[in-house]
């Protein structure tokens, strides 16, 4: 039974050999999700939704801390409402799932399994605004949307997938704008200090920003492939929908006014992105701080008097400190142990056995680089806790080194075609913020905009694509 087992965790494709199959691989052989007979509905399965409730809790005390509160709004959306923002309703149209039975009765008007939440959260608003005391409202909703996609793929790309929706409203432009860009900062630093994933930070060109939105930031990051993966994303929306659904309050001088909108999301096509930033041909590489087991013990000669006891102390003391921890003390041999939980990705793994417990001491096995280290029982609370936060910060500057050795400058789009080609990643170029050029560009070289990041370089005065006057810098590469 053991060796089967084993067969199984090793089945796996090398990333060099085909990519997108050694992604499905680790999706699968890791244990994280799972196909239905619904193409594009996923299964969560517990370890995978344990790395999305990791995620979930870093997020909602950061949306806390910062005034915001959840809510729960209805996943059905009348036609009728959606219809009442052109351009919103224009963009998510091709998406939209349509409920037209009731039973066994037709409905009398189509209701849109929610692809998003605006128009609920509007309807509400212009019903409880009434004054400037009553602003700003501050929400989130963690749940579930449909968008009906024709390919999918594990995390990237499903047509049902959870994710977080915040919601606010503001007095005026200006706190609408802070807000955005605030959330932006909430989402950078969770993908940098809890995923270890470096983010380029910008804003998306009007092509390519939400529908609806007068203005989308975002944060970028690269995968080992070089492709990029937008990872959360925060809209600005002026006083559009406040409009469109007759939201206005009285202001201090008792004046009728109209407010200022924003939304902003994180969705599990994170979890994608920490397989693809951290993984290797072993499996998944979890970062310790969203790990849901973060050391796994594995007593050594467990059969014989005293270990199991001996390893189950050790437990205690860092269940205590405030670690996730577990032991596998099943009849499975060393090596399928090893190799499970090196699939799964658990950042640290604790070895203790009759030898070591002679010395007073255990063996400690990174994840991320193999290396393997006796230490002392005494304070192994203190020597744990450094070593995860080594295997964060290594694994944050391996991909900070992945995300700079592969993003390159461009001076005409023949040069950025032929980068592109050989070596991915990236491009940076000057641009004259016309559509036709980055049309251009992803005609030609196969690239769409990531953003305009806040971060600009004067690489040159003129437009890669059509040597006319600058306005940007921008960055362009192949997205998932």
């Known amino acids: 039974m053991a060796q089967d087992n084993k067969k199984q965790v090793e089945q796996i494709t090398d990333m060099e050999v085909d990519f997108a199959q050694w992604y499905t691989d680790v999706c699968t052989k890791a244990e994280l999700i799972d196909y239905t007979s619904v193409k594009g509905m996923f299964i969560y399965r517990p370890y995978g939704y344990a790395i999305w409730e990791n995620i979930q809790h870093e997020l909602d005390r950061r949306f806390k801390a910062t005034g915001h509160t959840n809510v729960a709004m209805p996943m059905l959306i009348p036609e009728s409402l959606l219809q009442k923002e052109k351009d919103h309703v224009e963009g998510f149209a091709p998406e939209c799932a349509w409920v037209t039975m009731g039973g066994s009765e037709k409905l009398e008007e189509r209701l849109c399994v929610r692809p998003t939440s605006e128009t609920v959260f509007c309807e509400h608003w212009s019903h409880i605004v009434h004054s400037w005391r009553d602003l700003p409202l501050l929400y989130n909703q963690w749940c579930s949307v449909l968008r009906w996609e ?199 793994r604790l070895e203790l056995g009759p030898k070591d417990m002679e010395k007073n001491q255990c063996v400690l096995v990174r994840r991320d680089s193999g290396e393997k280290v006796f230490v002392s029982l005494d304070g192994i609370e203190d020597t744990v806790r450094k070593m995860l936060d080594d295997i964060h910060d290594g694994l944050y500057a391996k991909a900070l080194k992945n995300l700079q050795d592969n993003t390159f400058p461009a001076y005409s789009l023949e040069e950025a075609k032929t980068i592109q080609a050989e070596k991915g990643g990236f491009i940076k170029t000057m641009w004259c913020g016309e559509l036709e050029c980055e049309l251009k560009m992803k005609e030609e070289a196969g690239m769409s905009s990531r953003c305009i990041p806040f971060a600009q370089e004067q690489l040159s005065d003129v437009c890669a694509i059509c040597g006319k006057p600058a306005k940007k810098m921008i960055y362009w590469g192949v997205a998932y």
Request: net charge negative; aromatic share 8%; glycine share 8%.
């Open 150 to 348: 024709k390919t999918s793929r594990p995390f990237l790309r499903h047509r049902e997938f959870l994710w977080q929706e915040g919601h606010t409203l503001h007095a005026t432009a200006q706190e609408a704008m802070e807000e955005a860009e605030q959330m932006l900062e909430i989402y950078a630093d969770v993908c940098e200090n809890v995923l270890a994933m470096p983010v380029t930070k910008g804003f998306k060109t009007d092509k390519e920003k939400f529908a609806g939105a007068e203005r989308t930031y975002a944060i970028e990051c690269m995968m080992h492939d070089k492709k990029a993966l937008q990872a959360g994303t925060s809209h600005y929306f002026g006083d559009g929908f406040a409009k469109a659904f007759g939201i206005a309050y009285a202001d201090k001088e008792n004046k009728l006014t109209t407010p200022h909108e924003t939304s902003w999301g994180v969705s599990t096509r994170t979890i994608g992105g920490i397989i693809m930033t951290h993984g290797d041909n072993r499996g998944l590489v979890l970062p310790p701080r969203v790990a849901p087991i973060q050391i796994i013990i594995i007593p050594v000669a467990q059969h014989k008097q005293g270990v199991l006891e001996a390893n189950q102390a050790v437990m205690d003391r860092l269940i205590a400190a405030g670690f996730r921890v577990k032991m596998d003390d099943s009849d499975n041999s060393p090596g399928w142990k090893f190799a499970q939980y090196e699939m799964k990705g658990v950042p640290l």
